[in-house]
């Protein structure tokens, strides 16, 4: 941390005691952001604050005067990926940069002097208010107990603890029912535990259940099981309200006051519930919670009153009904299981309870009405699951210890004490039940009388008002669950049509469309009145859902990711996946069919999402996962020795920006894709501190271009000086272990008469830096050229002309004029040759020098591909006239050895022919502008003429090189006599002798070898290893 230079700055900008103020601008030139400004204290130099660039900010410091801040909360805040530089920290470039005070910039501070501790302002926290504008009113927040635990139990329990429990405590046993809820509380602590890892690792928004697997296991999985997870808690409202319409309808069925008739009056009566319901939620969450605590209060209450009447003396008319208070032989006998009906199994009571143990995730739907989620939701959670276990526990073994299995109900069945003919443990008590229970016509007792716990309590309508509490409470929570977790899957927009309903109102931000849904969905099920079908849908909707967040906290820990750090630490990772895999099971065991169909509508949304692929990164799991996977295989992949039965073309292709050059990635990524790694490099010349930033600003933009191209390949570039040594930087560089590239692809450069002499010098040198580091060489030519920058209406760099120049980055915008990453992401996209359909043409290969095979191998992977698919592939080879039926015998025993399917071979047997006078005397008028005409000086005197221009041709380099010029004059003939109509053109690459072929001879030879042809052609040369092999080992 360097001092500062400090110009002088008006007095009041030492406001704040304790803090300095550093208030510094950056010029422009040296990618300054916005302004800084800490304040100083006594113990700072506080006379001379300085001024940066960006925001003002007031820190505690601790007597020091520098640009550098001390960590703070808004720091951190909101940053979107691991380079956000945060708000109000410096960048590297205003801390290591040449400041340049401007007093024109300055500006004072705003001071809090009760943020010193750097802690985050909770009012401010979402949002930052505009200035003068007056500040919204707070949003209802809600601790631990209000918002989740009194919530979560509410959902637990259900019209199962009145009415089913007692029923399976009569039919499994104490014992097996204890062991059955066990069995559910156990799947059910599992998920609270990992719902409360999930939720302690990182800042937990709105979206509960949504939020926390979309943000961990990502938007595919997310996306799909919040879809289904908001209909079904849609779906769990009707079915709920038709639970209370149902127990209403009886109530008026004993009194004979139907309203129309008993399907009907269930219609009406959930209809105008549900309306109920909705205006309470409408009316905020405030009175949504009021209603909560109410509906627990009765519940306490009711389940108080159980309690109470399970010690007061059994009158005659409970006894009748088999009520006769707490007996050791009556819990002995229901100790053991006594199983009925077609239902009367262990996994049969199992599917039937295990619903009632669900509805732990309502606190966690409602995450963005929480004060602090990551306490609330564990804390909330955990307590709901442990008092709503112990209820259930205490229910079942209270009643099952004063209530005998089977009573008539008839005041008659008394009986004397130790009379014959009676059966059962009534008959001790002084009641003979035989008959009923012989004829099995018992109305009372608990294997019979569903309202048990109202016949035990103390005051029977009391068990009702629980009935109702629990039933409205239920239907209330997921009213509100439902719009809540829609609205941040519709903000989202993962999926079409449904960001209509994201939009919020009020100071809480309130889905009032979504609860217009909702209410719509809900009336709907409600007016079926028959929901028995889709019962088992929801509940394994809801165990999905279970299934998925235990898996979220499994994949996050395995991973290992540094990101997962959970501050709750009482889970584990095994325990998440026996969970996730029980869900499953569950699932199965509960109703295959609906299981099946939850399924299917799981992967269907899953593929839908993975088809769109979302443009969204929250940092997944599933990304940490992938990443391990390929650092896994690249270090195994090392460890394997090449073989050439595995060799691959891997490319680096000097694209410069990859847009300019659509033909050459187009080509390239034709070959590669799923075969083999694809590089398009970027060289950009300039100085460092101005190419850098550039380099940053333009990277993801050209990935994205290429990802939207459908190219598969990686973006990489490098500053340099100049473009020969950044190229000479990619070659050794590019990569990682054996995914490194072994093939150098590049575009031929058209203008090379007219370019400077150095770039002509630095183009053919990085060919033979290409050769000397082991690389292959791949050469494209194509008629009308291969750079579009022109069409783009790019600049180019004075000192080079980017439409030939293959892998330059040029001036301090010319390669994307101000483009930034949007700009080239959002590029039209220009069409090539490569894109189309070829048809019946052909692809001719001139096979003239033996490069190790891959002047075959990239025209057979070219053929493989749909649009070049119906080419003829044509092999053309040198030979002697009187050998040719030998020679082409030769070619095609070895090329059926290779088994690369060409099967038409042409032998050319008048390749050493002398050239047409007019094609020789092109060929001299071509170089004569680069000849040195030194008359065939002694090699001294010739070098020393070449100083400074090692480019000219000297007369001994034109006579020694002779015989291979007019090859390539006379190739060029032949090029034109047989492939003029070809789609493709693969010929060997000539190779140029360093230090003894200038490169303008070279380029040259490769002007004369590829002119006047319509069709693309490539120059390849392998690097005379062997890329194609006949033997199996």
């Not at 009405?369 to 073994?397: C, E, H, R």
């Not at 894709?673 to 010349?685: A, E, P, Q, Y």
């Not at 598969?712 to 590239?741: C, H, N, W």
Request: aromatic share 10%.
């Amino acid at each position: 941390m360097a001092e500062l230079p400090v110009p002088e700055l008006p007095t009041t900008l030492s406001r704040c005691s304790g803090r300095f103020t550093i208030s510094t601008f950056l010029g422009s030139d040296e990618g300054g952001r916005g302004a800084y400004a800490p304040t100083e204290g006594p113990g700072c130099d506080s006379a001379h604050p300085t001024q940066l660039s960006g925001s003002t900010l007031c820190t505690r410091t601790f007597g020091y005067n520098t640009v550098d801040v001390v960590p703070a909360y808004e720091h951190y805040a909101d940053s979107k990926d691991g380079g956000d530089a945060g708000k109000g920290r410096p960048s590297l470039a205003d801390l290591h940069s040449i400041l340049r005070p401007d007093p024109g910039h300055l500006r004072a501070p705003v001071c809090d002097p009760q943020r010193s501790n750097g802690l985050p302002d909770t009012a401010s926290e979402e949002a930052e208010g505009e200035p003068g504008k007056v500040p919204e009113p707070e949003p209802v927040r809600f601790g631990w107990v209000k918002g989740v635990m009194i919530r979560c139990m509410l959902n637990i329990w259900g019209v199962i603890l009145y009415l089913r429990l007692p029923w399976i405590t009569a039919q499994a046993g104490i014992a097996l029912t204890w062991l059955i809820i066990l069995m559910s509380v156990t799947v059910t602590t599992i998920t609270g535990l990992s719902i409360s890892a999930i939720s302690t690792n990182g800042k937990v928004k709105s979206g509960g259940t949504y939020f926390l697997i979309s943000r961990s296991l990502g938007p595919e999985l997310g996306g799909s099981i919040g879809l289904i997870f908001a209909f079904a808690n849609a779906v769990a409202v009707a079915m709920h309200t038709v639970g209370f319409a149902e127990t209403v309808r009886d109530l008026l069925q004993e009194h004979n006051s139907l309203i129309v008739d008993p399907t009907n009056d269930i219609r009406i009566i959930g209809v105008v519930t549900v309306t109920v319901l909705l205006g309470i939620s409408l009316a905020g969450m405030e009175w949504e919670a009021k209603a909560q605590i109410l509906f627990f209060l009765v519940i306490l209450v009711s389940f108080i009153n159980y309690l109470v009447g399970t010690v007061i003396p059994a009158t005659i008319e409970k006894q009748s009904k088999g009520f006769f208070s707490y007996r050791a032989d009556i819990f002995a006998q229901n100790f053991v299981p006594n199983w009925r009906g077609p239902e009367g199994s262990f996994f049969g009571l199992f599917s039937i309870f295990f619903p009632s143990a669900t509805g732990i995730l309502a606190g966690a739907n409602i995450s963005g009405d929480l004060k602090d989620p990551a306490v609330a939701i564990p804390k909330g959670t955990l307590m709901a699951i442990f008092w709503t276990t112990v209820s259930y526990l205490v229910l079942s073994a209270t009643i099952g210890s004063c209530v005998v299995r089977d009573a008539s109900g008839s005041l008659n069945d008394t009986v004397a004490m130790g009379s014959t003919g009676c059966e059962g443990l009534a008959c001790a008590l002084g009641w003979n039940f035989t008959t009923c229970t012989q004829q099995q016509s018992c109305r009372y007792g608990l294997s019979n009388y569903y309202q048990s716990m109202s016949m035990v309590s103390g005051f029977g309508p009391l068990i009702t008002a629980g009935i109702f509490g629990a039933t409205l409470s239920s239907a209330l929570a997921c009213l509100v669950s439902a719009p809540k977790v829609f609205q941040c899957l519709c903000k989202d927009q993962l999926y079409p049509l449904i960001g209509f309903f994201g939009k919020g109102y009020g100071r809480n931000n309130e889905p009032i469309r979504g609860y217009m849904l909702t209410y719509v969905i809900a009336v709907g099920f409600i007016l079926i009145a028959e929901l028995n079908a889709i019962a088992p849908i929801i509940s394994n909707f809801f165990l999905c859902s279970y299934a998925l967040i235990n898996f979220s906290c499994f994949h996050a820990s395995i991973t290992n990711s540094p990101g997962w750090r959970p501050s709750f630490r009482y889970y584990s990772k095994w325990a998440a996946l026996f969970g996730a895999a029980i869900s499953v099971v569950i699932m199965f065991l509960l109703t295959w069919w609906a299981a099946l169909i939850a399924f299917g509508i799981v992967i269907f949304l899953l593929g839908y999402v993975l088809y769109k692929k979302p443009d969204v990164n929250w940092g997944s799991s599933m990304q940490a996962s992938s990443y391990n996977m390929a650092l896994s295989y690249s270090v195994g992949l090392s460890e394997v020795d090449e073989h050439i039965k595995n060799y691959r073309p891997q490319c680096l292709v000097l694209t410069g920006p990859p847009n300019f050059r659509p033909a050459l990635v187009d080509f390239v990524g034709t070959f590669t894709k799923n075969l083999s790694l694809m590089l398009c490099g970027n060289v950009l010349i300039g100085p460092q501190k101005q190419k850098v930033p550039e380099s940053r600003l333009t990277a993801d933009g050209h990935t994205k271009w290429l990802v939207k191209r459908k190219i598969k390949a990686f973006y990489t570039d490098v500053v340099a000086e100049d473009l020969r040594s950044g190229v000479q930087m990619l070659i050794q560089a590019a990569g990682l272990g054996k995914m490194r590239p072994n093939i150098l692809v590049l575009g031929y450069k058209r203008n090379w008469r007219t370019a400077s002499p150095q770039s002509l010098e630095d183009y053919v040198g990085i060919l033979h830096d290409a050769f000397d580091f082991k690389y292959g060489v791949c050469l494209m030519r194509m008629k009308e050229g291969l750079n579009v920058s022109r069409v783009m209406q790019a600049h180019v760099n004075p000192g080079f002309d980017a439409a030939e120049l293959p892998g330059n980055g040029t001036g301090s915008r010319a390669a994307l004029g101000t483009a930034d990453s949007a700009t080239l992401s959002g590029a039209q996209q220009a069409s090539t040759i490569f894109q189309s359909e070829q048809g019946k043409k052909t692809i001719d290969i001139y096979w003239l020098f033996d490069d190790g095979g891959l002047t075959l191998l990239i025209p057979y992977l070219l053929g493989r591909k749909k649009r070049w698919g119906k080419c003829k592939i044509r092999v053309f080879v040198g030979g002697q006239i009187n050998r040719m039926d030998e020679e082409r015998k030769a070619i095609v025993s070895l090329l059926s050895k290779f088994r690369l399917g060409f099967h038409e071979v042409h032998i050319l047997p008048d390749i050493n022919q002398k050239p047409r006078p007019e094609h020789i005397k092109r060929f001299n008028d071509l170089i004569a502008p680069f000849r040195l005409n030194d008359g065939f000086k002694d090699e001294a005197v010739v070098h020393e003429m070449k100083q400074g221009c090692p480019w000219k041709i000297s007369d001994e380099e034109v006579d020694i090189n002779r015989a291979k010029s007019l090859r390539q004059v006379r190739l060029n003939e032949i090029l034109l006599d047989y492939s003029r109509d070809a789609a493709l053109i693969a010929i060997t690459l000539p190779i140029g002798r360093k230090g003894r072929c200038p490169s303008s001879l070279y380029m040259a030879w490769l002007e004369t070898l590829s002119q006047d042809l319509r069709p693309p052609v490539i120059l390849t040369r392998g690097n005379q290893e062997n890329v194609l092999t006949f033997y199996c080992q």
